[in-house]
């Protein structure tokens, strides 16, 4: 597999994800949730098809294209998470993201390559492997459901047309205050807004496109929000 970087250009513009891929993040928390009636193996299958498309999303993100082999590495190392966390539990997500870098990391020091090349398809396929394997801690993460909403209201607030900081905090407080109506305690649903909010905005940089907004514009709040729900949990006990 040849991973190639995006030629260099001269500036990186910031265009954000807009409505319509709000409207699809919504729609995937909606679909966790629904899934969560179905318990932990229900919540495994939602997941698997958000980590699919984080995959998906990232490489192209990176200028990195079609890049299959990279993608279908990247997705499984999510599934795998998955698998582990089913098994057992933190320490099995710990191990499943362990041995996901090393796999990583012995394909591409033996990837014949140019250096700096190697060094880039390493960092996106390694922080790739770490962004779908994390996804798995929603699993271990309580108030999931409440994580969700949070998610889809802060990134759709997140798209009103509002100038300067006030757009991101209003939609971090109402996004927040809609989890803990929920049920959400106060400190998971902080977390989980920040990073759907994080996660819009990373995929707002690397030359964004339309394919970029409707996959990693999707897919990335909740992929970032994820492990900080889990935190959150952690955080009240």
Same mark, same amino acid.
């Given at each position: 597999m040849v991973l190639t970087a995006a030629p260099a250009k001269s500036a990186t513009p910031i265009v954000e994800p807009g409505l319509r891929p709000a409207l699809l993040t919504a729609g995937l928390c909606a679909l966790l949730a629904a899934a969560t009636?179905?318990?932990r193996y229900g919540l495994t299958a939602g997941l698997m098809v958000a980590q699919g498309l984080t995959a998906v999303g990232w490489f192209r993100l990176h200028g990195m294209w079609p890049a299959r082999?990279?993608?279908?590495?990247?997705?499984?190392a999510g599934f795998a998470a998955d698998a582990a966390v089913l098994a057992g539990g933190a320490a099995g997500l710990a191990a499943a993201l362990g041995v996901g870098l090393v796999v990583v990391l012995v394909w591409q020091t033996f990837r014949p390559a140019d250096p700096a090349e190697r060094f880039y398809a390493l960092t996106v396929l390694g922080s790739g492997v770490l962004l779908t394997g994390l996804m798995a801690? #929603? !699993?271990? $993460?309580a108030h999931v459901p409440a994580a969700l909403l949070v998610v889809a209201v802060g990134t759709l607030l997140a798209t009103a047309p509002v100038s300067g900081a006030l757009g991101p905090v209003a939609a971090a #407080? !109402?996004? $927040?205050?809609?989890g803990v109506l929920a049920g959400g305690p106060p400190a998971l649903a902080g977390l989980a807004v920040v990073g759907a909010l994080v996660g819009r905005r990373v995929a707002s940089y690397d030359f964004p496109s339309r394919f970029v907004h409707f996959t990693a514009g999707v897919a990335l709040p909740l992929a970032v929000a994820a492990p900080l729900a889990w935190l959150g949990s952690?955080?009240?006990g």
């Open positions: 009636l179905g318990g082999q990279g993608i279908a590495g990247v997705a499984l801690s #929603l !699993l271990l $993460a #407080l !109402l996004g $927040a205050t809609a952690r955080l009240i």
